[in-house]
């Protein structure tokens, strides 16, 4: 039903071939591929400190920072690398992508998915797609050193895995109270969570599944 409908609404738009765009299909892979058996797979990553910082300060456009802690996100970053590097090793079909190559060489980027979708790809006027970025206006900011701290010890073997660096950051005691205040405001909007939404509650303890106890 879901290619079906897509198709159709591909047509309409004179496409020939439609795309999911959904943060945590890498965490329903055999399922997709089942279903999906001809699709191709697009890991999109960046460097985990710049993915922390993001959401640290994101607001507005249904961004909440109550869902920001610095473990939670680097477990999360660390599974889809890992789901990445599962599947690279038996599907020819799945492709990574990094943020920081983009910028620095669209060509190669477009090149690179031209191959992967056996396609020709007409390279974007950047310009026009206007910005989504959480520090419009407000300049680029970044996570404190304990929090790079956390993020180095949780994803420094998958980061090194698909070529990213890391600062040798070492846990700071100034940094304590903020990291407590925002241990106990993310604890208390996820119960709430939990208590309050049943599909919340499914998605949480998935979640939790997916990413600490399957390896």
């Avoid at 799945?94 to 980027?109: A, F, G, H, R």
């Avoid at 031209?114 to 419009?136: E, V």
Wanted: aromatic fraction near 12%.
């Amino acid at each position: 039903l879901m290619d079906e409908t897509l198709l159709r609404l591909s047509a309409m738009a004179g496409k020939e071939r439609w795309a999911d765009k959904t943060p945590q299909n890498f965490m329903h892979l055999k399922f997709i591929r089942h279903a999906f058996p001809e699709a191709i797979i697009l890991f999109l990553f960046r460097h985990p400190f710049q993915i922390l910082a993001s959401y640290k300060y994101a607001k507005g456009g249904g961004h909440n920072t109550s869902r920001y802690h610095p473990m939670v996100y680097a477990l999360y970053w660390r599974n889809a690398v890992r789901k990445y590097l599962q599947a690279a090793k038996a599907d020819d079909a799945v492709v990574m992508i990094q943020y920081e190559e983009m910028l620095i060489d669209i060509d190669k980027t477009i090149n690179k998915l031209s191959i992967a979708l056996g396609t020709s790809i007409k390279k974007p006027d950047i310009g026009s797609m206007g910005s989504n970025t959480s520090f419009q206006g407000s300049g680029r900011k970044s996570i404190t050193p304990t929090e790079k701290w956390i993020c180095r010890l949780i994803t420094q073997k998958e980061m090194g895995a698909i070529g990213y660096a890391w600062d040798s950051e070492k846990p700071r005691l100034v940094d304590v109270p903020e990291l407590i205040v925002q241990t106990a405001r993310f604890l208390f909007f996820q119960v709430s969570r939990i208590v309050t939404s049943k599909n919340s509650r499914q998605r949480i303890f998935s979640m939790i599944r997916q990413t600490i106890f399957k390896r």
